[in-house]
């Protein structure tokens, strides 16, 4: 396996990442064709996972109820396995908005959205997201109304949380398809909310 | 009375949100696809947990908490775990170091 461009020397942890890996090859624990294929798995794993199952709560009630009462499950109904973990999915209302945050480290509804981006992963978001919100929104360009109560969800390595924002006016009609194109992944983690034709 | 951990960063002050993304580079892709394989998510063997995995982060002195990027973090701390399990040991690793950067 070798990286594209012009060369230059393996930085201390990217050697780290070359020995470790040849070692346990060696040691005939991984392989280098698993590596290479959940790295192509990830590549083309995004958020659209996610956004179909916000468009399939928008069009089914029932579905809704499910996905809401026990997330994990109701994903697996669309097929989408979430090995070992809980998921949580809260829904937005004109009274309350939700925002995720894993303030311990990283954890992100990886199975559902993907890798999560570098600024979820920041200090400053982690610090910032659980005492002042709303400011943190601001900055996003979300100005959340002053009588909307916002609620932000700090996620552990055993329950993840996944926004379900509302689905905004005039898309009546809409195709689920074309509903889960407007599903963005910042919609469902909160930092945004998904734009419809009226906006 | 337990001490706050310094990866405990709910609520301390910060500044602003760069909001800017790097793509990720093939090496941390691996590192990322690694650890995925070594947790038994992919059907194999749980060699490590993520639980271990995260103590290792966390155990982290804070000036490389603090300098180390995301996936540096990772690898630093898969290579602990596996120390740790007795899956690896410092003479192999060292070994294997020694004959990567032989290559050039």
């Given at each position: 396996?070798?990286?594209?461009?012009?060369?230059?020397?393996?930085?201390?942890?990217?050697?780290?990442?070359?020995?470790?890996?040849?070692?346990?090859?060696?040691?005939?624990?991984?392989?280098?064709?698993?590596?290479?294929?959940?790295?192509?798995?990830?590549?083309?794993?995004?958020?659209?996972?996610?956004?179909?199952?916000?468009?399939?709560?928008?069009?089914?009630?029932?579905?809704?109820?499910?996905?809401?009462?026990?997330?994990?499950?109701?994903?697996?109904?669309?097929?989408?396995?979430?090995?070992?973990?809980?998921?949580?999915?809260?829904?937005?209302?004109?009274?309350?908005?939700?925002?995720?945050?894993?303030?311990?480290?990283?954890?992100?509804?990886?199975?559902?959205?993907?890798?999560?981006?570098?600024?979820?992963?920041?200090?400053?978001?982690?610090?910032?997201m659980v005492r002042e919100p709303r400011a943190v929104l601001a900055e996003f360009g979300l100005h959340v109304s002053e009588n909307v109560t916002i609620r932000v969800?700090?996620?552990?390595?055993?329950?993840?949380?996944?926004?379900?924002?509302?689905?905004?006016?005039?898309?009546?009609?809409?195709?689920?398809?074309?509903?889960?194109?407007?599903?963005?992944?910042?919609?469902?983690?909160?930092?945004?909310?998904?734009?419809?034709?009226?906006? | 009375?337990?001490?706050?951990?310094?990866?405990?960063?709910?609520?301390?002050?910060?500044?602003?949100?760069?909001?800017?993304?790097?793509?990720?580079?093939?090496?941390?892709?691996?590192?990322?696809?690694?650890?995925?394989?070594?947790?038994?998510?992919?059907?194999?063997?749980?060699?490590?947990?993520?639980?271990?995995?995260?103590?290792?982060?966390?155990?982290?002195?804070?000036?490389?908490?603090?300098?180390?990027?995301?996936?540096?973090?990772?690898?630093?701390?898969?290579?602990?775990?596996?120390?740790?399990?007795?899956?690896?040991?410092?003479?192999?690793?060292?070994?294997?170091?020694?004959?990567?950067?032989?290559?050039?």
């Amino acid at each position: 396996m070798s990286d594209t461009g012009t060369y230059r020397p393996l930085s201390y942890f990217q050697l780290m990442e070359v020995t470790l890996r040849e070692l346990l090859v060696e040691k005939g624990l991984v392989t280098e064709e698993e590596i290479a294929a959940e790295v192509e798995a990830m590549r083309n794993r995004g958020y659209e996972r996610g956004s179909r199952v916000v468009a399939r709560a928008w069009v089914d009630p029932e579905y809704k109820k499910r996905l809401l009462a026990d997330g994990t499950k109701a994903c697996e109904e669309l097929g989408l396995e979430i090995p070992g973990l809980r998921l949580l999915v809260v829904e937005n209302t004109p009274e309350v908005h939700n925002a995720i945050v894993c303030t311990l480290c990283s954890c992100y509804p990886r199975m559902l959205l993907g890798i999560p981006p570098d600024w979820y992963k920041s200090r400053n978001y982690r610090s910032r997201m659980v005492r002042e919100p709303r400011a943190v929104l601001a900055e996003f360009g979300l100005h959340v109304s002053e009588n909307v109560t916002i609620r932000v969800h700090d996620s552990t390595a055993d329950m993840r949380y996944m926004v379900l924002p509302m689905r905004p006016a005039g898309a009546d009609g809409w195709s689920e398809e074309r509903l889960a194109s407007i599903v963005s992944r910042d919609s469902m983690i909160g930092v945004a909310v998904p734009k419809g034709p009226n906006d | 009375m337990l001490e706050r951990g310094y990866h405990d960063l709910g609520g301390r002050p910060a500044g602003e949100i760069d909001r800017h993304g790097h793509e990720y580079a093939e090496w941390e892709r691996r590192v990322d696809a690694l650890a995925v394989l070594l947790w038994g998510l992919k059907g194999g063997p749980r060699v490590i947990t993520v639980d271990e995995h995260r103590k290792n982060i966390e155990a982290l002195p804070p000036e490389d908490y603090d300098k180390l990027a995301y996936y540096e973090k990772w690898i630093v701390s898969l290579t602990q775990c596996l120390l740790q399990r007795g899956v690896v040991t410092t003479g192999e690793l060292a070994r294997k170091m020694l004959e990567v950067q032989s290559r050039g």
